[in-house]
């Protein structure tokens, strides 16, 4: 069966750096993907990698290795407001989205 | 109005009742989703439209019938749901059919609460 792992919460400090890992097992891969969803909003996109290596955006970067299945979110400089869950999706082969339950990230003071 | 707007945001709705859930979106995409969110899960396609034909649904009960009128707009007709159903519907739009990313601009949900 097709499978995303990530934690399901994280805590980290205010000004910090933390990374949120995303492990993968899919049918066939034709990119992957990172939402923000605040509590009670909608998800919104973050970033989007289909090739190996790192991509950064301001304070936010996201890193994919194809070979090992892996990606990761990397966030700098952690402001309160990125309290949030961070969602990991690939899409497979026949271009279904196939998502992760969500890693709830904590930021304290 | 822009982005992807979603009717009611909350809604409180006993096991024999009707009701639907409205999306509409001001993007100019030609697909449209529904989504489940339940706590602590992936999230759960239902059902897919792209240009107001229905091209997904993910064996969800017929207690939900989707319609989509237009390409601008979505709905979830729901009728004698089940406690279980209880979650956030999330509705998304997307342009399919570019070259690169399928990126889905996504509604703030409507929160279901079944009794």
């Known amino acids: 069966g097709q499978n995303i792992d990530q934690p399901t919460e994280m805590t980290a400090t205010e000004g910090a750096i933390v990374q949120i890992n995303c492990t993968y097992q899919t049918s066939g891969f034709n990119g992957l993907f990172w939402y923000q969803q605040h509590a009670g909003e909608a998800p919104t996109f973050l970033s989007y990698n289909v090739l190996d290596g790192l991509e950064e955006k301001g304070r936010f970067s996201s890193f994919l290795s194809r070979s090992k299945g892996y990606s990761y979110l990397l966030l700098k400089e952690l402001q309160m407001k990125d309290s949030a869950s961070y969602l990991c999706a690939v899409m497979d082969s026949n271009y279904q989205l196939i998502w992760g339950a969500g890693t709830k990230l904590i930021i304290k003071p | 109005e822009t982005g992807v707007t979603q009717t009611p945001r909350h809604l409180v709705m006993g096991m024999t009742n009707k009701k639907s859930l409205k999306c509409e979106q001001h993007l100019g995409h030609n697909a449209m989703y529904w989504y489940k969110q339940s706590a602590k899960k992936p999230l759960e396609l239902m059902f897919v439209?792209?240009?107001?034909?229905?091209?997904e649904n993910n064996s969800v009960p017929s207690r939900f019938s989707p319609e989509c009128p237009n390409s601008s707009h979505l709905f979830l007709h729901l009728h004698t749901l089940q406690p279980e159903d209880s979650a956030l519907y999330l509705c998304a739009s997307s342009q399919t059919g570019n070259s690169g990313a399928n990126v889905l601009t996504f509604g703030a949900g409507s929160r279901l609460t079944v009794l």
């Open positions: 439209y792209n240009f107001k034909e229905q091209t």
